[in-house]
């Protein structure tokens, strides 16, 4: 399976709701980003996240990283159907020049 | 604006006719990488560059080429096209000169068609 896996692959809520992405790694990193991709359009950077950090805020953006389970999360809180879109981790590994990103999770609030 | 720039948006093109995909960032970056979306398999990195004349291949290099003659231009070339290469491209740039880590900014996509 890929580096930057994530979970669960879709994801349906309620406008209002919190939504909560998780993303899965494998091997050492430098840092973990979060991007957000809009149906067929470019992906846009939401956060990042180094491995010497364990959370991080940014608006209704809560990053979480926990290197000892390889494991990142982001929640949206109190989406709006503007967060519709598709969700992907990209993570840097160490030794490495370039992010590797995951499969991503799609998204879907309903108003 | 700051930005980067794909061109064309669309292609629809046949086996074997040699076609160039240009992007173009206006942002000073040393950073510039070529991606490949396909459903189910995330982004996929074809090629990558640190700086001018300095480029590397990413995890999908095989049927691509890359230029990296100046420092806003990094055009991704597909000598013979085939229809496994039908894809979404991105092109993404960095400021970070080494590694690429800070956070990459990204073309609106081009949507090529290989028949």
């Known amino acids: 399976s890929q580096q930057g896996e994530e979970d669960p692959q879709a994801l349906s809520i309620q406008e209002g709701e919190n939504a909560t992405m998780n993303c899965s790694y494998k091997t050492s990193i430098n840092n973990l980003q979060w991007y957000r991709q809009n149906s067929g359009r470019g992906l846009v950077h939401l956060i990042l996240?180094?491995?010497?950090?364990r959370e991080k805020h940014s608006g209704r953006l809560r990053v979480t990283l926990d290197t000892s389970k390889k494991s990142s999360s982001l929640l949206i809180t109190a989406s709006r159907a503007a967060d519709t879109a598709s969700y992907f981790c990209a993570t840097l590994l160490r030794g490495r020049r370039a992010l590797t990103f995951g499969s991503g999770t799609r998204l879907q609030v309903q108003p | 604006e700051a930005q980067v720039t794909q061109n064309p948006r669309y292609l629809i093109t046949v086996t074997g006719k040699k076609l160039t995909v240009t992007c173009s960032q206006n942002m000073n970056h040393e950073y510039m990488s070529w991606y490949r979306q396909d459903p189910g398999l995330g982004l996929r990195q074809i090629y990558y560059?640190?700086?001018?004349?300095?480029?590397d291949k990413g995890d999908v290099p095989e049927g691509y080429k890359v230029s990296r003659k100046e420092k806003r231009n990094f055009p991704l070339i597909l000598e013979s096209p085939s229809p496994n290469q039908t894809s979404l491209y991105f092109c993404?740039?960095?400021?970070?000169?080494?590694?690429?880590?800070?956070?990459?900014?990204f073309g609106p996509g081009t949507r090529l068609t290989v028949l």
């Open positions: 993404a740039s960095s400021r970070d000169p080494g590694t690429g880590s800070n956070e990459q900014f």
């Open positions: 560059s640190m700086n001018v004349e300095v480029t």
């Open positions: 996240i180094r491995s010497n950090e």
